[in-house]
């Protein structure tokens, strides 16, 4: 079948008959633009239009009037292009083509195409200047990194002390505190931020509510957000602090409360890491805003350089170039992670990172924290660039300082010690969470938290991290410990007088001894002379408890509590 014009999908298009002449129908001629004919008015009405535009812009966008800035850039261009479209309406002028609008362009509006014509040709000096093509070396310098000896300077950690959450399981919690307050839950929900903190010497999660949706803001908003979490990593105790005036700046507020809109209004130079909220001694809500600043090139080293404080209930905000010693997140652990990797990389030379990679390492997947004094250290470990499953060493990190140190340590990859941990308990199905890592009898050592389907915590593991088949479990922190611990000097790691972290040890004869049954295993209940505690002990780990009789002289290593029972770890008979 031969193809017909007439027949083209049931179209009949006009003109296309055999042998019809084809018609157009005649423009209708462009109606001339009306000129302002004051050149005067036209700039006032240019300049306002473009002074309305760059308000409405930087209001809602809030770019940072800095050169070292990506996002002034495309602000002043903005304008640039705003006040040159402004001027040909005003003008009148009707061009044919683009030849004749640019010379226009050239003529009315030469100021604002020299700013524009100048940024671009500075932003392009700018991010050729800090290539890490040509300064590799500067960006290897961006982390000062020294050799530490990890028994030495990272003490052994008390059981009490061990963070047994995750982020995911402090949400959890958070989620069903808040759930249980009838006074909050139809009002406000949780933000998911749960920055990890140090407060009172105890490492915790802190999070920030928000309200439930715009018509909850608009009939709260007078008293502010009334309370934050605080959950306890080591306990898992969720505390909502109630506070007497409400939150009134965070980052999920409207308008001139917003936090990212009051900084902006009050530095306006000045280019943030992403907030953190954090707490003083005294339970007084923080957001510490690190102040970024790029230190090669016009674009590349960033760095941290102080930070602004701003009071969350008043909005007060100072800038602090050294922050105060409460102060636990000045150094996002992003940027921390980011210029290890540029030090591993370049420490070397450019060339040498692509040809030859002589010593040239990267960071590993992830990373942890570690709360060590009154501090709080960011892990990862460190492993060559072929992608092995091992690791040559870590680095921790201070927060707050910036003070890194490398610790030599051949061993497996956290991912690889999760697979190990979770390959102990296959049977049980257990997921591992992110590994910390600690000092346990003066060695490196991965403790995990296994958790169910149901993301409840239900045993812990920890995995040597030189010899990751020594894996050890257990129901209690303690009893994972000590059954590391047997592991290591079974496998001659270390000897058999290692003895467990943040324990005591008591001597005495036997005043009293009670049984029980709990959980349907046998615990027994010593009392000394001269003693007010009773020291529980699991016959399954301490089978001599089953023939001990009062009278008998014994030594039992425990664990400190303030409760009137308390855990005992290991029985010897004197």
Known sequence: MGFSGNDAG???????????PSQQRPKKPRKPRKQIKSPAVRVLINLGVTLAVAFVYFYFELPAINLQAPDFYTFALLLCAVYCGCAIFTSGFKGQGVGQYFKFLKKQCRI????????????????????VIFRAKTYAELLPVEPGDFAAEVNEISYDQIPMLDKYSAE??????????????????????????????????????????????????????????????????VELVRLQEGIKYTNVEHFGRNLYRHLRFHYPTYMFANPVMEVNE?????????????????????????????????GECEYYEEVPPWVDNLY??????????????????????????????????????????????????????????????????????????????AGATEHSAMASAQGQLQHLQYNATFPLLLNVGGQ????????????????????????????ATGDTVGECEQNYLA???????????????????????????????????????????????FYSVSAAEQPLAVILNAGDQVAITYRPDTGSILEGVSLELR
């Open 332 to 409: 996002p652990a992003g940027l921390i992670v980011q210029q290890y990797d540029y030090y591993g990389m370049y420490h070397n030379g450019f060339l040498n990172s692509i040809f030859g990679q002589r010593d040239v390492t990267v960071t590993t997947d992830d990373y942890n924290y570690i709360a060590m004094g009154d501090d709080v250290w960011v892990y990862t470990g460190v492993t060559s660039t072929g992608g092995d499953q091992s690791n040559i060493g870590f680095i921790l990190t201070n927060q707050r300082t910036k003070e890194s140190k490398f610790y030599s340590c």
């Open 112 to 131: 604002p195409l020299i700013i524009a014509v100048a940024l671009v040709a500075l932003s392009l000096v700018g991010t050729l200047a800090g290539s």
């Open 487 to 533: 592991l290591l000097s079974q496998n001659g790691v270390v000897d058999g007088s290692t003895g467990l972290s943040g324990t005591e040890t008591v001597e005495g004869a036997i005043a009293e001894i009670r049984s029980a049954v709990l959980d349907g295993n046998s615990y027994y209940f010593i009392k000394l002379i001269g003693d007010g505690y």
């Open 282 to 314: 005294e339970g007084t809500p923080y957001w510490i805003c690190p102040r970024l600043v790029k230190t090669i090139g016009l674009f590349g080293g960033v760095d941290v350089k102080g930070a602004v404080l701003v009071n969350a209930i008043n």
């Open 444 to 471: 490196p050592t991965y403790f995990m938290a296994m958790k169910d389907k149901a993301q409840l915590v239900k045993q812990y593991a920890m995995v040597n991290v030189q010899q990751y088949q020594i894996v």
């Open 10 to 20: 049931g179209f009949q298009w006009e003109g296309f008959e055999s042998g019809a």
């Open 172 to 237: 959890r919690l958070g989620d069903r505190k808040l759930g249980e307050l009838s006074d909050m839950v139809s009002q406000f929900e949780v933000v998911d931020d749960y920055t990890q903190i140090n407060y009172k010497g105890r490492p915790v999660r802190i999070a920030t509510l928000m309200y439930a949706d715009l018509i909850k803001w608009f009939t709260n908003r007078g008293d502010g957000l009334p309370a934050y979490l605080l959950i306890d990593m080591v306990t898992q105790n």
